[in-house]
Structures are given as C-alpha cells and as structure tokens.
C-alpha cells in the first residue's frame, strides 16, 4: 500500500461531515470514554499474537516461495478447523513487472445463508523487498511481514475462533486476499492484485457483501488509528460507527477522531467496484512514509508487534459486529 498526505483544511471539513451522517454513531468527538459495557465476546489478545506467530514463522509469505505456498494451506486449514465454509481463490495475476504469479485468495463465510453480510479482509501476503529499509545493503532482502501483514490474518483468525462458537446475527465473511504488497511507487494500479481479481471474478455469484472492514498494520507497538481519507468518501458512517465502538470499549486513545491520510489500499478496489469500505491502518503524522517506522523494512518483524493493540482492534471488530 502507499499513503498520500491530503490538506488539513479539507480532511477536518470532511471529517465533520462524516461524524454528522448518523446520529449516536457519529459521537466520538468527546475526549472523555465512559466504562466499557460487557462485550459480547471477550477477544483474546494472546491468541491473536499466536496467530501472527505462527505465520512469521513460515517466513516471509512471499508470492512463489514455498513459505507462501505452506503459509496460505494453514490459513485456510484453521478457518475450516473453525466451522467456515471456506472457498479458494486461485488465478495467475501479472505483475507490474511482467512477472506472473498464483494469486491465492481464501474465503471464510459464517452464517451463509443470511443476506445482510458484512466483509472483513486482510492481505496475507508480504513484501518481497524491504526497499524502506534504512541500510541500503538491506532493501532487495524480503520482510518478515509481523504487522505487515500478519497481524490483521492474527485478528481476523482469532475472530474466526470466536465465530465458530457464537454466530452473530448477520452474516460474516473472513477473506485474506493476496498480492497486495507486490507493487511498485507511482503505479496506483500495480497493488491490491488479489482484491481486485477477487471483486472482478467473485467465486460465488453474485457476491456483494453490504458493506467491507480491512484490518491493515493493526498490531505495532503504540499504534494510532486515524480515520482514512478513501474510507471517509465512501463510507464515513460506517467508519464513525467503527471508532465510536472503539470509545465506547475505552480505546479511543488508539482510534482518534481525526483525519489519517489517503491509502492505496484493498479497500480502494472494493469502493472502486461500489462497495462501501473503511480502513483500520497505523497512521503515524510525523513519519516520513506515515506508516510504522518498521513498515517495509527488514524490522518488521514479531518485536514489534503488540497483544494490546491487537487486542484493542480485535475487540473494537467484534462489538461492532455482534453489536449488528
């Protein structure tokens, strides 16, 4: 993904009218957060850890690499081990190089036959080259991946745990998409490869889930979580619903009310093919890239990755969607 940086004056016009679209949902421009309700399921934290550990302990998931290959077989082996019916995605995608590989996209869907669904993604697969790294010896080696991008599969796997045992009243659909991170500065169109074949080619017919949630770099070490410039254009009521949950858990030291910057992002393909989507994604204001400092360098690794973060996101995710 790559992040633009959009002017104060109009992120803070637009965010305003983003908190005004709906009601009690909207309010989370209070500073003060009352004492959290008893959440419906309680997201363990350790276990989203686990998650994340375990696939950086593939390796880098690299696209071709048999780390890759091992990598997206357990995925789709623990959401079957978690009740989904799990549909996989496979197609040769071509890169902004020329170079072709097996895009391998896994679908989880819970609670199948309702019609109301709701869809959370996140990319699973990790850059081939840590070309931010600060050592210029280290920018053609691959990158662990911890919070980019295993830490939004960790969550989204725990949350399968959860949905296994206790359905909620719509209809969820879990999808770690592929391909995300094989593309290249200057060429909006060279990322999200996965989601976009997924959205253009869905596997069941069609698929048209109501409304989207991605779970980006949701586990780094004290993570902020602005709201994004795309998501607030496409769907600021969803996204306002999503933080004011965060307040209301008592997170919203984590998930402030104001502008982050714009993402290129999945989510961007799922608004592009008309399907509101929002973004969960680190934003860091005083960085040079505006992400992690450990984004696409050789230190992303499990270091840097924090249970209470993912726990705040895991939660915040889960009272929104059992709260539906």
Known sequence: MRLTRIAAAGAAALLLWGCGAKGRAADTSGAEETAPAAPAIAFNADSAYSYVERQVAFGPRVPGSAAHSECGAWIASELRRHGAEVTEQRAPLTC????????????????????????????????????????????????????????GVGVLLELARHLGAKAPAVGIDLLMVDLEDR?????????????????????????????????????????????????????????????????????????????????????????????????????????????????????????????????????TVANHIYGL
Not at 98 to 120: D, M, Q, S, V, W
């Open 96 to 151: 902004f190089d020329g170079k072709t590989f097996e895009a391998h996209n896994i679908l989880g869907r819970y609670n199948p036959e309702a019609t109301r669904r709701i869809l959370l993604l996140a990319h699973w697969d990790t850059r081939p080259w840590a070309d931010e790294d600060p050592d210029p010896a280290k920018r053609r080696q691959p990158v662990d991946g911890a919070n980019d991008a295993a830490s």
């Open 183 to 315: 593309g290249t500065p200057g060429d909006e169109d060279s990322w999200a490869l996965g989601t976009r074949h997924f959205i253009e080619n869905p596997p069941i017919a069609g698929y048209a889930p109501d409304y989207a949630i991605l779970l980006d770099m949701v586990g780094g070490e004290g993570a902020t979580f602005c709201r994004e410039y795309f998501s607030e254009q496409a769907a600021p009521h969803i996204a306002a619903a999503v933080w004011a949950e965060a307040h209301r858990a008592g997170y919203g030291h984590m998930f402030p009310n104001r502008m982050g910057g714009a993402v290129t992002d999945d989510h961007v393909q799922l608004i592009n093919h008309g399907i509101p989507a929002i973004d969960i994604i680190e934003y860091h204001p005083d960085g040079d890239s505006g992400f992690n400092p450990r984004w696409h360098t050789t230190s992303d690794t499990m270091e840097g990755i924090d249970r209470a973060t993912l726990g705040a996101v895991g939660q």
